[in-house]
């Protein structure tokens, strides 16, 4: 495998330059792109139409309140019209519904400008089907493909929709979806043979079977995602949608019922006054940010190079409380390493790493390697050529479970291998396991190492000490998750002892030793049945009932059709433990909501001690008390109360867009900080703000 | 404030607190059929009722039916009460040959008693028999008081219960209710009512000669029975028209204690109960907290501002010395009073002893808005417990999303449904409270009964349309409310508040039960917190400010600089 890929490269290095397809551009965008406010201008008033608003009931109500104050100013419908005042309220109440489009017409001009790059790499292909029994090759366009397809692809060739290579091996470019330039390699069988549409063959050939149909493919079901035409509300938004419509209609309630009470109290509101304390109350913060919250939390899920199925997924993500991680290649760098050649007595350490390294020369595993690696570093010796020395190399195999190699002149046999296969070696040959030697292996095991044994004819001559190296920084990332309140359990199929010594070492909570697939799903069943959300990764086609039972399940983008499908998340840069950013941008997306909603109904208490003394004044002018702001005049304060409604969402979208900073504090910390935040902060910022506004309309002379 | 004031509100709340934990590990035991040591007793009892009734005690209900054998047996009860009340003449125990009672005064004062409102449109002593009092009122006083309870811990197995379909058998809640919890500490309480003087006895009205040497006619009849369960069971409906304020009911400021923690211990034992058996005890105190703190509030505005009184009378040099006296009982005092109308507002209960419609603006607002924020202040049996566990839905489900997680309630995702009906629960008492009031403000039908103009006319109705549909019954007074306008509208308000916001409620508890517990983290939104505590405070005000704010300024608030100004109504 290494040696194919050697070569892989090898040829590819060759080639330059190296066509690639287009790229897409996929550093982090500013904010405010100004092409995508341009757009978003345009877009923020073709929303205006009425059924594009129905899915948005809050504005939808704010707009039919602007179409009301707009129809009210024709002369004679109302008796004594205030001009100055009522052309300003109903500016006003249009710029709210303006601004809550914009917002959403920012957050999805993002994805577009997404799209857009992504269906430049969808150019037209030409397919090299095979078809009939013969396999005879015949030239279609790639949009034609079906699934079951037979496609051979060589190099420079643009792959003509996904699948799964059958036939040979190829190095790929997948710039056009991952954004990462090096090239990846694809072969048959295995957990590498799925392959993209729109990518590049870079060497050789392969033969790939199409496992899509058209318009199906993945940067199809990627354009659709990014642009948001297939956003579905996620259950959290479906359920928050009821309630601020409930709370609308509640305020619905509130300001209808107010005009009786002025009647009866002998003062009479306008309906100009009426809509304008409606859209004060409903909570149009929340509502006009609403969508735009989760187009960018998509959005941001993408940057990160994963392209989730469903915003859904995403949301699921945050509600997490158990993370499987594989050990290899997740936790650990991947491969055991040699780090230390432990003699056995009246063995010099110098001969056993010489006799470690000849067993290893033509050993071409990441172990052997880094036997060779060790030995030359310890004691500064070279490799050798096999034919020189006559030996011929004996594979690792699972029944020997030794390797090593066997000289043609002397017949002597050196071998290394697990502590009891090679006993019995020695034991045919009639010699003995050394005392020291067993504590030795005994001592590794128990460090969570893998002890090798190495054996010279019948002699043993030490052991070499092979160590799983936990990656920088894990420990610190399982701590964040903890204080997340999510628990990291290691998946391994290495025995109980080992799992034992690396979990500890690596700090997950918990570790799956001797793990065979059925394993990790029935693991699933068991934690869910306890009440805990699972998010796991996995890549092989072994993994997909795992994915799939899983509550959140990332696939990697190396990985089999099957894994991919199964999951609802796959990682374009296949690296597992970005579950964990997957995590936070859930929680992230949900804590928004939250925290823009706790501030939207905490800003009410400040509109109504705007509204309230400001409406009745006339009749009351005792209510003056309850005037806290000293606001100028009553119309001064009507107006300003709108206008701080209105100019309160335009602040707000790049909050929504990034979304609420997420710390790993613990739900009580994170809570109390946003409590006071968005919540005291919400009853706060009003007063000020509208105090300001309402200073600022009196110095124009506007109200 | 008086520091002896300040002590007896002290005293109140040790009382309270010190209830609670038995009086709720009790409830407890009751409802989840644990061991009690009054079984011995009531066993054969309650046997010999299932055995009667037909109920098979070990077949529990889904939410579905067990709201409707709830909605069946308050529409038994409902029809049987006005039957009795139209048909008084012909039945016994009348020894004052009361005539019938009209239609529109029975139908509300069936639709009152079922609905454990207890609002009052009539006077007992001269409009209702010995028979319909003890038959259909205080039959009532009893079944609703144990409906409400029996609701609330259905709610609370919905939260304890994981993936379950049913929530409890509604009419085994209903008899374990009445026989272990209502009916022991009543006899208790009965007795205690007695020893201070409240009278007990089936008599015809005594005649008396006053000093004037006129004839007064004194009904007589079984007060005490019917006090202790009016308290204990958040009813409030008096035998007296003067209610609590009446000697025969309330004789002395011992009895007034004894009555106003009868008030509070059910509700305050609930919260101990949701704790135990949802699991998580330290939640129910921080519930207990949010009601103590909301109620000491409450207390320490209208005990302060009865205090201090009438700027009006004061500078006129003819105020009370100790501040606003009219309408209270010599024998209770300003303190006392203020403090006997928080509670009986906090809870649902509707028992006064002084006319809340001569408190202060400031005073008679807190009473007001007690009621308005939906009696979940302690509240009406069971009703105070299942009101406030929809506005803890509502916290839980807007803060929750703060700490990044879909929100969880004890291990139970809130979801779109459950927020649905919770919203429409709210909307159902909203709409009530506002659109009745103002229908009632904008018609010559509900002006005509106003006693008082202006601001104080509003908050007469405000408070009879906030009572009916808080279920609270407790009267503003300065409102003629037996008329047909308001018996109609109100008994609509009445039953609204009740049955109507009961069905979603229900559904939510049907909807938790049904739901796995999910485990708990550290990512878990924390729910026995002082934290928790404030949000649910900073909610229940908010939402209830934020709702009835414009018709409080208009009323109360309006009143209360208008009075400082001189202006009075």
Known sequence: MATAQQQVLATVNLRAPVPGPPQVNRQTRSLFDRAILRRALTDAFVKLNPRKMMKNPVMLLVEAGALLTTILLIPGLTQSVDYRFQIQITLWLWATVLFANFAEAVAEGRGKAQADALRKAKIETVARRLSGADRREERIAGSQLRKGDLVVVEANEVIPGDGAVIEGIASVNEAAITGESAPVIREAGGDRSAVTGGTMVLSDRIVVEITSEPGQTFIDRMIKLVEGAERQKTPNEIALDILLAGLTIVFLFATVTLKPFALYSGSDVSVTVLIALLVCLIPTTIGALLSAIGIAGMDRVLQHNILA??????????????????????????????????????????????????????????????????????????????????????????????????????????????????????????????????????????????????????????????????????????????????????????????????????????????????????????????????????????????????????????GTQPAKEAGNMVDLDSNPTKLIEVVEIGKQLLMTRGALTTFSIANDVAKYFAIIPALFLVTFPELQALNVMHLATPQSAILSAVIFNALIIIALIPLALRGVEYRPLGAARILRRNLLLYGVGGVIIPFVGIKIIDVLLHALRLA | MTTLEILKIAVYLLVILALTKPVGLYMRRVFSREKTFLDPILRPVERLVYRLSGVDEKKEHDWMQYTIAMLLFSAVGLFLTYAIERLQQFLPLNPDKMGAVAPDLAWNTAVSFTSNTNWQAYSGESTMSHFTQMVGLTFHNFTSAAVGIALAIALIRGIARSASKTIGNFWVDLTRCTLWLLLPICVIAATLLLSQGAIQNFSKSVEATTVEGKVQKIPQGPVASQEAIKELGTNGGGFFNANSGHPYENPTPFSNFIEMALIFMIGAGLCYTLGSMTGKVRHGWAVFWAMAILFLAGAFVATYAEQHGNPIHQRLGIAAADGNMQGKEVRFGIGDSALFATITTDASCGAVNAWHDSFTPIGGSVPLLNILLGEVIFGGVGAGMYGMILFIVLSVFIAGLMVGRTPEYIGKKIEAHDVKLAMLAVLILAFSALVGTAAAASTAAGTSSLNNAGPHGLSEITYAFASATGNNGSAFGGLNANTKFYNIALGVAMFFGRFLMIIPLMGIAGSLAAKRKLAESAGTFPVDTPLFTFLLISVVLIVGALTYFPVLSLGPYVEHFLMNAGKVF
Not at chain 1, 375 to 394: P, S
Not at chain 1, 499 to 522: H, M, N, S
């Open chain 1, 309 to 558: 199925m469903s915003g859904r997924a995403v949301e699921a993500s945050g509600d997490v409380n158990v993370l499987l991680l594989d050990k290899t290649g997740t936790i650990t760098l991947g491969n055991r390493q040699a780090v230390e050649f432990i003699p056995a007595p009246g063995v010099d350490a110098k001969k056993l790493a010489e006799i470690a390294q000849l067993s290893s020369l033509a050993d071409e595993t990441p172990e052997g390697r880094s036997i060779v690696v060790l030995a030359k570093e310890k004691f500064g010796l070279r490799g050798r050529e096999l034919h020189d020395l006559g030996a011929r190399f004996v594979p690792f195999t699972a029944k020997t479970r030794m390797s090593g190699l066997d000289f043609e002149n002397n017949g002597r046999a050196i071998r290394k291998g697990a502590a009891d296969s090679v006993t019995e070696f020695i034991r045919a040959r009639g010699g003995i396991f050394p005392e020291q030697v067993q504590q030795d292996v005994a001592r590794v095991g128990g460090e969570g190492g893998t002890p090798l044994v190495v054996a010279d004819g019948n002699r043993i001559v030490g052991t070499i000490y092979l160590k799983d190296i936990v990656k920088g920084g894990m420990k610190e990332r399982f701590d964040r998750l903890r204080m997340m309140g999510i628990r990291t359990v290691m998946i391994t199929g290495d025995n109980p002892l080992t799992a034992a010594f690396i979990a500890r070492e690596a700090g997950v909570d918990d570790f799956l030793a001797q793990a065979t697939p059925e394993d990790k799903l029935a693991l699933i069943r068991k934690e869910q049945a306890k009440g805990n959300l699972v998010a796991m990764t996995g890549d092989g086609t072994n993994d997909a009932p795992a994915l799939a039972q899983a509550d959140v399940g990332m696939a990697m983008n190396t």
